[in-house]
């Protein structure tokens, strides 16, 4: 069997450099390994964000006034076409000194009842 000269010299070059040869191809295997292990797990992680964001029931908008909303304004959100849900929080800044010297900002979220709820893990809730 008369082999052809590229493939006698491409043989050769691995046969001189058989370690370089084989960690070129394992970073390649974990490459194609890695992407595959992505591409088959993608559906998974979209179902369980999906599962999560319904079950604690986030909102999709989120709206903002400097001038604050009151109950009649979340009412009215709330009658619009297309809108499920709506429901009014309380967000309060506080500076944090210590020493004398200002550490930083607090900020403070009333507890909601009814739309992005909160998972608590450890602990136990807040209570006045």
């Not at 370089?20 to 369980?48: N, Q």
């Not at 602990?123 to 006045?128: A, Y």
Request: with cysteine.
């Amino acid at each position: 069997m008369v082999m052809k000269p590229l493939k006698k010299s491409a043989l050769r070059e691995i046969r001189k450099s058989l370690g370089r040869y084989l960690a070129i191809l394992a970073i390649v295997a974990l490459g194609v390994g890695f992407f595959s292990g992505l591409r088959v797990c993608r559906d998974a992680m979209i179902k369980t964000g999906d599962d999560y964001l319904s079950r604690q029931r986030m909102y999709d908008y989120r709206l903002i006034s400097t001038l604050g909303f009151s109950r009649e304004d979340a009412s009215a959100f709330e009658a619009l076409e297309g809108v499920v849900d709506a429901e009014g929080s309380v967000v309060k800044d506080a500076l944090f000194e210590a020493g004398g010297a200002l550490v930083g900002v607090l900020k403070a979220h009333s507890l909601p009842e009814r739309l992005n709820l909160i998972s608590l893990v450890e602990g136990r809730m807040p209570s006045l």
